[in-house]
């Protein structure tokens, strides 16, 4: 079974590439993130024709998140993380898919750092790890995937001396990450690729994509029923070299099948 994070940065702009990578790649369960679209103009119509049903929770030109799955109806579980109610933001949903518990989550960016956008950040980062602590338990296989705005370590990211002060690489934001992974996440991409330079977001700007200097802040954590199921991980990196592509590139776990995916 194949589970995927991509930010599209827009689901209405990306759309055609959205569905050409679903018919090319084909994943069981794909966790979209910045659908950048309010919940009643996500093109469900498309994504059913394409074969997946979806759960989602959209707003206006900001944020966005859904969980796609191939041939089936992903049952929705919660909409927003638990611990501020006041909190509108769409950057949380969980939905259950074939026996498989999928979190979809776009952490905010934070910057400018310091200020109010990064306090918001480590207290979203803190409703994390709460949550995460109850889920990391769970006897089903968890995922929590998504675009955490996070770059855990320097060999993530291309010249970290140039990201010291940024809110994706702060040192208050690396620790805390830090935290969530102890509580018994394996990172999947890193357990897989230990020692690689590995991206999975390469801005517009500069001719990024091309000079291959990128960030890792695209993650898909699993729980300890998950990860005794992980057979490999990686990044579908040509389809950020696609006409009009989206700034992140899709990022996959693929779980032992049970028979069902």
Request: charged share 25%; hydrophobic share 40%.
């Amino acid at each position: 079974m194949r589970i995927v994070t991509y930010n599209v940065n827009g689901i209405g702009a990306r759309l055609p590439s959205l569905l050409r990578w679903l018919a090319e790649a084909s994943p069981k369960v794909v966790c979209l993130q910045e659908l950048k679209a309010p919940q009643e103009s996500f093109p469900d119509g498309a994504i059913r024709d394409a074969g997946y049903g979806a759960v989602w929770r959209g707003q206006k030109s900001w944020n966005g998140v859904a969980i796609l799955a191939r041939n089936s109806q992903p049952t929705e579980i919660r909409r927003a993380l638990p611990g501020d109610p006041d909190d509108a933001h769409s950057r949380y949903i969980e939905a259950q898919v074939d026996g498989i518990h999928v979190a979809c989550l776009y952490l905010p960016n934070g910057n400018p750092a310091p200020g109010p956008k990064f306090d918001y950040k480590l207290h979203w980062l803190e409703r994390l790890i709460a949550h995460a602590a109850q889920l990391v338990s769970a006897e089903a296989p968890v995922v929590l995937a998504g675009d955490y705005n996070v770059i855990p370590t320097e060999r993530d990211v291309y010249k970290p001396e140039r990201w010291v002060d940024d809110a994706l690489f702060r040192v208050e934001v690396r620790e805390a990450f830090a935290r969530l992974t102890r509580q018994g996440w394996t990172d999947a991409l890193r357990a897989m690729h230990p020692d690689e330079t590995i991206y999975t977001y390469w801005d517009y700007f500069r001719d990024a994509y091309r000079r291959n200097a990128g960030l890792r802040i695209d993650h898909l954590l699993l729980n300890p029923p998950a990860a005794a199921r992980l057979v490999s991980s990686g990044v579908d990196r040509d389809v950020r070299g696609w006409q009009k592509p989206s700034d992140h590139a899709p990022t996959w776990v693929e779980l032992r099948d049970t028979g069902t995916g």
